[in-house]
């Protein structure tokens, strides 16, 4: 299948899955995850109307960002962990940051932004596992975080986004998404603006989806296996 048959199937797969949870398919957004993939990929996607795209590594992107220019209307948010000597260039290529993981990161995005004149919007990533190998902040965490976030003037938390463990069946990830969704509800008391939860891939998207999921991040049902270049 081609990726803009791959992009219909699954607006349709997101739109039966709201359906089934009683929810409008405006409501989630379809995020291409095009790490790994080269520009062109990205190209053949914009053709077929996909606007919305995650990109796991600063300077990948900066590399494939060369051919990317003309597409002015598509945006690229960073999904991937960031380390603090790439803010900079961070907060200079991507339209949104989708896994702050630090009140110190945030800082320095908000500092680059605004030498910028640029608005950033970021999601927090919440570590819900205990595995050793995902990123994101403890649940405890997170208020306190959020309550000094607000000192920031050119970056604005929007909401939440969690990678749960890997598993062949969706449903061992639906109580990370429920709990991930709980912290946001949470969280939205005191903090209008952070509305959206970022959660679900290939895999598991249908289960986010009836869990309050915004925001689906897919990337193999898109581009097909990553092929990852072997380790000299
Ligand atoms: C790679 C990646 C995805 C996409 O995963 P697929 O299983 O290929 O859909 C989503 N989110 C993050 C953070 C990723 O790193």
Same mark, same amino acid.
């Given at each position: ?36 993939? %080269? ?41 991937? %962990? ?56 403890? %649940? ?23 990678? %749960? ?68």
């Amino acid at each position: 299948m081609s990726i803009a048959e791959n992009i219909v199937r699954l607006k349709d797969e997101i739109a039966v899955a709201c359906r089934r949870a009683g929810r409008n398919e405006n409501e989630v957004a379809l995020m291409a995850v095009s790490k790994v993939h %080269p520009a062109e990929a990205i190209l053949e996607a914009y053709e077929a109307g996909q606007r919305l795209f995650g990109e796991n590594r600063v300077q990948e992107y900066e590399q494939k960002s060369t051919v990317l220019a003309g597409l002015k209307d598509a945006s690229f948010h960073l999904i991937g %962990p960031l380390q603090s000597n790439k803010t900079n260039k961070a907060a200079e290529l991507f339209d949104a940051i989708d896994a702050v993981d630090s009140l110190r990161i945030a800082q320095r995005l908000d500092a680059a932004a605004e030498a910028r004149s640029k608005q950033l919007p970021i999601l927090i990533e919440v570590k819900l596992s205990h595995e050793e190998s995902k990123h994101g902040i403890a %649940p405890e965490e997170l208020p306190l975080l959020l309550d000094a976030a607000r000192d920031l003037r050119s970056v604005e938390v929007v909401g939440l986004m969690t990678v %749960p463990p890997w598993s062949e069946d969706a449903e061992t990830a639906r109580p990370y998404f429920r709990e991930l969704r709980r912290l946001r509800d949470e969280a939205v008391k005191t903090h209008s603006k952070l509305t959206q939860l970022s959660m679900g891939m290939s895999n598991d998207f249908p289960v986010a989806i009836e869990e309050g999921s915004t925001c689906v991040r897919v990337g193999t049902a898109i581009f097909g296996k990553r092929v990852y270049p072997a380790v000299p």
